[in-house]
């Protein structure tokens, strides 16, 4: 089971900061024994799929659904906290895919924010991105535009670049000044909070090692899609009185058959709602 380090930050300054800044960090939440158990989980999987690219893809957008380590880091004490903290005590997971980039890559995230594309009719969220190996300059961690969260969403053009790891490239049209930007380094088990808003970007990773983050998307449930459907969700906290998403049962056992089948029919409805 996953541990708790002693919280460095309070839910109330963690509140305050997110509030004024629009992120907030770093808020330890798993000791580096249990990030490196995640981690090994994760890898012992994608060694597992290595041959099945379709269902090595599946496992890096649904951890949580395919791997029980993961259902239990979503529903985690010390990150339900800090978010509770934000959101309120009733939440659901919109998704809670990883960030990974190879060693030695040029991959990188262009300046974006993330609301502007998921077809929500509300900002309700919260994304806690939990560093799974050192989140660095140097591996390519995030950049925050502190402040940038109270500006709505702002247009956004496909640029369609090999080099990011966004789907199609997505980035703000608008020109965003890289020296007001704040790196958001962390080490293994450590987490930032950021709100759908925020301006946001990370660079290459010049490092021997991956650099692997899981972004977890915590929504309040009376959020809902513009298109009217309902997409599967966790629901880590609380309760759901709104019913405006179906609620995924937390995975049995690692990889499961029928697991995966879910993941493939939601990755279909997730693309379609992807705007
Ligand atoms: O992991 C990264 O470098 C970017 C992640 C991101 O854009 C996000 O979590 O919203």
């Keep these: 089971m996953m541990t708790t380090p002693a919280p460095a930050r309070t839910p109330a300054s963690i509140a305050e900061t997110y509030e004024r800044d629009g992120f907030a960090l770093p808020i330890d939440v798993l000791t580096e024994g249990d990030a490196r158990a995640l981690r090994d989980d994760l890898e012992a999987a994608e060694a597992e799929l290595a041959d099945d690219a379709e269902r090595l893809g599946l496992l890096r957008t649904y951890p949580d659904r395919l791997l029980p380590s993961f259902d239990a880091l979503i529903r985690h004490r010390g990150i339900l906290r800090a978010v509770t903290s934000i959101l309120g005590p009733d939440l659901l997971v919109y998704s809670a895919a990883l960030f990974i980039k190879p060693a030695r890559s040029d991959k990188i995230v262009s300046w974006h924010q993330d609301l502007t594309y998921w077809g929500l009719d509300d900002a309700e969220e919260v994304t806690c991105w939990v560093a799974l190996s050192p989140a660095t300059r140097e591996s390519g961690c995030m950049r925050f535009v502190p402040g940038s969260h109270k500006t709505r969403i702002v247009p956004h053009v496909d640029t369609y670049a090999d080099d990011n790891l966004l789907s199609r490239g997505q980035e703000i049209a608008v020109a965003v000044d890289e020296a007001d930007a704040v790196l958001c380094e962390l080490q293994p088990g450590q987490a930032s909070l950021h709100h ?5 970007a990370s660079g290459p990773n010049t490092t ?4 692997i983050g899981v972004a977890i998307r915590y929504i309040r449930p009376s959020m809902k899609q513009d298109s009217g459907d309902r997409p599967l969700v966790a629901l880590a906290s609380g309760v759901d009185r709104f019913r405006h998403f179906s609620i995924a049962a937390s995975p049995q056992g690692r990889l499961l058959e029928r697991d995966i089948k879910i993941c493939r ?5 997730r693309r379609k709602l992807f705007l």
């Design 196 to 200: 759908g808003h925020l301006f946001h």
């Design 208 to 211: 021997e090692d991956r650099r």
């Design 265 to 269: 029919q939601e990755a279909a409805l």
